[in-house]
């Protein structure tokens, strides 16, 4: 009866063990906590390690585009692919591949405002670091992705060059709650994206680089190929034209990543509505006042046999506009053509402003076939060019931001808005910023590197965080009430005093 006792007794510290472990081998594997964006039509999850899940609202649910919510995720490569290489991945790849590649190592995931996620974090002890920012403008059909590639030079034993770096993202495609997709390839756009069997059902899912930053390589195909060539570093430029299980991803390379140098990666995720004639807006594009912007959409008919489609150009602003093409096209059946457009920003726009132009393509033998897709267009201007000479390149950057250490930390984020809002508004306080940003960096690249100075100076902005905080809480007639109280209280003191 012992022994059984004694035996039992040791098998429950067992199994305790084998669930102990269990868990914490979970745990090393999970994606960890996520952000979302809970927007319409798209509402956008980001967990620590990078993963996405991404829901397109449709009829009456949000229905998860890719597959198991979360099958999704990147692969960085450090120094190529071959031997002594330092490769990274996502929680998807190690938990659906069982990839041997180390899982990124998370830093921290926040929320700015509502619809930015900004996630940061680690390629092990390389001493490189991914900020990634995923934002999205609620009513688009499509979202921003973009990563930073950060070389601190801090990597153990001495900071290192690293060559042949490889950035990888994509996974397990679930387009329209349907597995069954066909891949195409857009090379006027850069887009790989997905067809469903029926386009009276669905449109297009696709995946493209910005105009500034290409894909170099791109692949479609059966979900688990494409994981295995995500997971190896280098996708084959190619798409299954059959319908399948289907998952896709993009790829971009860098010769070098030098310390204090970082890999900027800007792109897009879109999706358009049902019907057999597709319109494709390209990547976003900013602009000074004055600036004439030029587009390039593509259109595609889905139909069986060829026909002609009326085109109409419209700026959400009423932004000049025109179609240098005409406007009208004739598409072949099953085949696609580019539309050339252009809007120009006019001269008064203010910085910061933003402009939703939509091509409309419409077929002449049949009305109801018809779709439509647009592109945002922003407004730089002077004080936005400051900006971006000051943040861009991983350079010196303001003095809130210097202080509080990032850009998007939320009292910095409301004293932009305060900035936009109250001083970017009239003259005297576009004067003002200006000058602001023409003086700043160079105290701020002090401030930066010095603990002691961040803590004084943050301690010095707190004041001026309050004045943002209320004044776009309650509005700058609260400073005009709390002028007349405080001038009351000065009176009936002076009387008493008298």
């Known amino acids: 009866m012992r022994i059984l006792k004694y035996m039992s007794e040791v098998l429950v510290m067992v199994l305790l063990w084998l669930f102990i472990l269990a868990v914490q081998i979970q745990a090393q594997i999970s994606p960890g906590s996520y952000q979302r964006i809970d927007g319409n039509p798209l509402r956008i999850d980001a967990y620590d390690d990078g993963t996405l899940a991404v829901y397109r609202y449709e009829t009456d649910h949000y229905q998860n585009q890719y597959f198991?919510?979360?099958?999704?995720?990147?692969?960085?490569?450090?120094?190529?692919?071959?031997?002594?290489?330092?490769?990274?991945?996502?929680?998807?790849?190690?938990?659906?591949?069982?990839?041997?590649?180390?899982?990124?190592?998370?830093?921290?995931?926040?929320?700015?405002?509502?619809?930015?996620?900004?996630?940061?974090?680690?390629?092990?002890?390389?001493?490189?670091?991914?900020?990634?920012?995923?934002?999205?403008?609620?009513?688009?059909?499509y979202y921003r992705k973009v990563w930073e590639i950060t070389n601190s030079g801090t990597k153990a034993g001495g900071a290192?060059?690293?060559?042949?770096?490889?950035?990888?993202?994509?996974?397990?495609?679930?387009?329209?709650?349907?597995?069954?997709?066909?891949?195409h390839w857009d090379p006027n756009l850069g887009m790989v994206y997905l067809t469903n069997p029926n386009p009276e059902i669905t449109g297009i899912m696709g995946f493209y680089g910005a105009l500034t930053t290409p894909a170099d390589h791109y692949y479609e195909d059966y979900y688990e190929d494409v994981g295995e060539a995500l997971i190896s570093g280098q996708l084959p430029d190619t798409v299954l034209p059959d319908y399948k299980d289907a998952g896709y991803g993009l790829q971009w390379n860098r010769e070098t990543l030098a310390p204090g140098e970082t890999w900027t990666i800007i792109s897009f995720e879109k999706w358009t509505e049902a019907g057999f004639v597709q319109v494709f807006a390209p990547a976003e594009q900013s602009g000074n006042p004055g600036d004439i912007i030029n587009y390039q959409f593509v259109v595609v008919n889905y139909q069986s046999t060829s026909d002609s489609f009326d085109?109409?150009?419209?700026?959400?602003?009423?932004?000049?506009?025109?179609?240098?093409?005409?406007?009208?096209?004739?598409?072949p059946a099953g085949e696609s053509t580019t539309v050339d457009v252009t809007v120009t920003i006019p001269a008064d726009a203010q910085p910061g402003t933003t402009d939703n132009l939509t091509l409309t393509a419409t077929s002449?033998?049949?009305?109801?076939?018809?779709?439509?897709?647009?592109?945002?267009?922003?407004v730089l201007g002077e004080i936005a060019e400051d900006l971006v000479r000051i943040y861009g390149g991983g350079g010196g950057c303001f003095i809130a931001t210097a202080a509080f250490g990032s850009y998007q930390e939320k009292h910095v984020w409301i004293l932009r808005q305060f900035r936009d809002k109250y001083l970017l508004t009239n003259p005297i306080g576009r004067?003002?910023?200006?000058?602001?940003?023409?003086?700043?960096?160079?105290?701020?690249?002090?401030?930066?590197?010095?603990?002691?100075?961040?803590?004084?100076?943050?301690?010095?902005?707190?004041?001026?965080?309050?004045?943002?905080?209320?004044?776009?809480?309650?509005?700058?007639?609260?400073?005009?009430?709390?002028?007349?109280?405080?001038?009351?209280?000065?009176?009936?003191?002076?009387?008493?005093?008298?």
């Open 68 to 141: 198991d919510g979360n099958c999704w995720g990147s692969v960085l490569y450090l120094n190529g692919i071959g031997e002594g290489n330092l490769g990274f991945n996502s929680w998807y790849f190690i938990d659906w591949y069982d990839s041997s590649l180390p899982q990124f190592t998370p830093v921290s995931n926040t929320m700015p405002d509502p619809w930015t996620i900004i996630t940061i974090f680690d390629a092990g002890d390389t001493g490189v670091r991914i900020k990634q920012t995923i934002s999205y403008t609620n009513g688009n059909a």
């Open 364 to 378: 002449q033998t049949d009305p109801n076939i018809t779709n439509q897709d647009s592109v945002t267009t922003r």
């Open 160 to 183: 290192t060059t690293y060559t042949d770096c490889r950035f990888l993202h994509g996974g397990d495609t679930y387009f329209a709650g349907d597995d069954e997709s066909q891949g």
């Open 431 to 498: 004067a003002f910023v200006k000058w602001y940003y023409r003086h700043s960096p160079g105290y701020a690249s002090i401030i930066a590197q010095n603990d002691v100075l961040r803590t004084i100076t943050r301690i010095l902005l707190m004041p001026l965080y309050a004045i943002a905080f209320i004044t776009l809480k309650f509005g700058a007639l609260f400073w005009i009430f709390a002028a007349g109280i405080l001038y009351q209280l000065f009176l009936q003191k002076r009387r008493q005093n008298g």
């Open 311 to 331: 085109l109409v150009l419209n700026s959400s602003n009423d932004w000049p506009v025109s179609l240098p093409g005409g406007d009208t096209v004739s598409i």
